[in-house]
Structure formats: C-alpha cells, structure tokens
C-alpha cells in the first residue's frame, strides 16, 4: 500500500514567472500565480491534470549536464512526435542545446532558461 502520491514536481529557479511560460509554451496549460509573503511560486496547470511548479530561489545553481561531479540532480524527459521540429520550438523559446548533435538517437538534450536540463524524446 502506498504512503503517499507524487504531488506536483517542482522547479527551483530565480524568476518562478519566466520558467512557467517557457514551460507554458513547451507543454501548454496555464500559469497560475500561487506567491505569498513567505513564498514565490508558480503554477503551470498542465493538460490532464498535472502540475509542474516553480519556486523562487535566488541563490540558484543550474546543474551541469553532463554532471561530471553527480550533481546532475534530475532532468525532464519530454515525449515528443518529431524531435526536430520540437527542437526548433524549444530553441525559439529560450532553451539552449547541450547535447543534441547526434541526429541519430531517439533524444536530444536542452536546458531550460534557468539552466535546468531536460530530454526531447521520440521513444
């Protein structure tokens, strides 16, 4: 029997607003605004019921890709129909390539604007 269910994955990020319409514009949904006087914090309502968060944090450090130290930390995989026109929407989003040279696997690797990593996948 399980303890608990998974809650909404969250981002750490310096501008909780900016990451959410990147995402906003790479999965659709909508942005909610969930801030207080203690917290900065983003929602993106994601079709089917998801939730994908953002929370201010000043002091951010993106990963490396690859994290040659462990500090990876975790990525996105981003199921996709074609990688190169998904490709082409990430970029004029704001996303930078960090590993997508080999056209011939089945991923590609970006990261987001706050430097977070994630996958294009035609899996």
Same mark, same amino acid.
């Given at each position: 029997?399980?303890?608990?269910?998974?809650?909404p994955?969250?981002?750490?990020?310096?501008?909780?607003?900016?990451?959410?319409?990147?995402?906003?514009?790479?999965?659709?949904?909508?942005?909610?605004?969930?801030?207080?006087?203690?917290?900065?914090?983003?929602?993106?309502?994601?079709?089917?019921?998801?939730?994908?968060?953002?929370?201010?944090?000043?002091?951010?450090?993106?990963?490396?890709?690859?994290?040659?130290?462990?500090?990876?930390?975790?990525? %996105?995989? &981003?199921?996709? !129909?074609? @990688? =190169? +026109?998904?490709?082409? #929407?990430? %970029?004029? &989003?704001g996303? !930078?390539? @960090? =590993? +997508?040279?080999?056209? #011939?696997?089945?991923?590609?690797?970006?990261?987001?604007?706050?430097?977070?990593?994630?996958?294009?996948?035609?899996?």
């Amino acid at each position: 029997m399980a303890v608990a269910e998974l809650g909404p994955v969250v981002l750490d990020c310096p501008d909780p607003h900016a990451l959410a319409r990147f995402y906003a514009g790479v999965l659709g949904g909508t942005v909610e605004d969930r801030s207080d006087e203690h917290d900065e914090w983003v929602d993106l309502n994601l079709p089917g019921g998801r939730t994908l968060a953002f929370q201010g944090s000043p002091g951010h450090v993106p990963p490396k890709w690859p994290g040659d130290d462990g500090q990876q930390q975790f990525h %996105l995989d &981003l199921d996709v !129909k074609d @990688l =190169d +026109a998904a490709e082409k #929407a990430v %970029l004029e &989003l704001g996303a !930078k390539p @960090l =590993d +997508a040279e080999d056209r #011939a696997r089945s991923f590609r690797v970006y990261a987001d604007p706050a430097g977070h990593p994630f996958c294009l996948c035609a899996c």
